[in-house]
């Protein structure tokens, strides 16, 4: 790193948008990534839908637990 930087010609803000949604990744064990990967692939979904399917089933199973 250098001693100092020359932060005279920047923009703040420059790279900001309001309202802007951030989706964090999400990492998957390599077996269960294998896993999944398969099946949405014999279903002909993808693997985002397959995945998003299966955790709003866990979700409502773990709402009507409550």
Same mark, same amino acid.
């Given at each position: 790193?250098? @001693? !100092?930087? @020359?932060? $005279?010609?920047? !923009?703040?803000?420059?790279?900001f948008r309001p309202g802007a949604e951030v989706i964090p990744p999400v990492h998957? @064990?390599? !077996? +269960? ?7 949405? &692939?014999?279903?002909?979904? $993808?693997? $985002? !839908?397959? +995945?998003?399917? #299966?955790?709003?089933? @866990?979700?409502? #199973?773990? &709402?009507?637990? &409550?």
């Open positions: 790193m250098r @001693d !100092e930087y @020359d932060f $005279s010609k920047a !923009e703040r803000g420059k790279f998957l @064990d390599p !077996e +269960v990534l294998a896993f999944l990967a398969a099946r949405a &692939e014999a279903r002909g979904i $993808s693997l $985002s !839908e397959l +995945v998003n399917t #299966l955790l709003k089933k @866990d979700i409502e #199973l773990i &709402e009507a637990a &409550e």
